[in-house]
């Protein structure tokens, strides 16, 4: 099946820096990817639809220039969460839907986390 | 209130038995609706679709009550490793991917 990875699985950084995440999706190009950040026991949440060639969009209540979303190819997307804090610490998911944006598919492919720890 | 409603449980199953739970979804609009399964500190994985006829995939089965807006998972004959939290998904639009999770339902199966 399709695959989505992402990178680093894990990081842990102070307060005030900066964090950069990559979604590579391994075998088909991605058009959209999303990212999705969730808490400790709580559901996904999605905060941006990373979108190849143009700019993301984010959800409500989500700051675009704390998360910087570059998609810079169809294979790639980055979230750069700027300026970390504490409350910053969570599991970054992101997911690729394969083919077109706009098309409806039944399955999304979801890169392995990325759990970011900020001290 | 939240768009996708499920119960957090846990639900404590001993092996072997069956196991049911529903979803509730705000938006009548929505369009596509799926069980994903989340393992501890892992990303989620597709489970199945849910389909307006209902359907099945070997112990699970899946039904979908647009009228009341909720669906539901059957887990027959349990195992160990069915032990997860099954997040309930729906797609609100007719076109792209937007997929909206409930909170998950945690299940628990015990020897």
């Known amino acids: 099946g399709a695959v989505v990875s992402q990178h680093p699985s894990w990081v842990i950084c102070k307060s005030g820096t900066s964090v950069k995440i990559e979604c590579r999706s391994l075998d088909f190009q991605a058009t959209t990817m999303f990212w999705y950040r969730q808490f400790p026991k709580q559901s996904l949440m999605l905060m941006a639809t990373s979108n190849e060639g143009s700019k993301a969009t984010y959800e409500q209540g989500v700051e675009k220039d704390k998360f910087l979303i570059n998609h810079a190819s169809l294979t790639l997307s980055t979230l750069t969460v700027t300026s970390a804090h504490p409350e910053d610490s969570s599991f970054y998911i992101c997911?690729?839907?394969?083919?077109?944006?706009?098309?409806?598919?039944?399955?999304?492919?979801f890169g392995p986390g990325t759990r970011l720890t900020v001290l | 209130r939240k768009e996708v409603e499920q119960d957090p449980g846990p639900f404590n199953v001993p092996e072997g038995a069956t196991v049911a739970f529903n979803c509730t979804y705000s938006n009548s609009a929505s369009q596509s609706f799926f069980w994903y399964r989340q393992d501890c500190r892992k990303e989620p994985k597709l489970l199945m679709s849910?389909?307006?006829s209902g359907n099945e995939d070997g112990r699970f089965t899946a039904q979908l009550n647009r009228a009341s807006q909720y669906i539901s998972l059957l887990i027959r004959d349990s195992k160990l490793s069915d032990s997860a939290t099954y997040l309930c998904v729906v797609n609100k639009e007719a076109a792209g991917n937007k997929l909206t999770f409930g909170g998950g339902t945690r299940v628990l199966v015990k020897p």
């Open positions: 997911s690729a839907p394969p083919g077109l944006a706009g098309e409806l598919y039944n399955e999304q492919f």
């Open positions: 849910v389909y307006s």
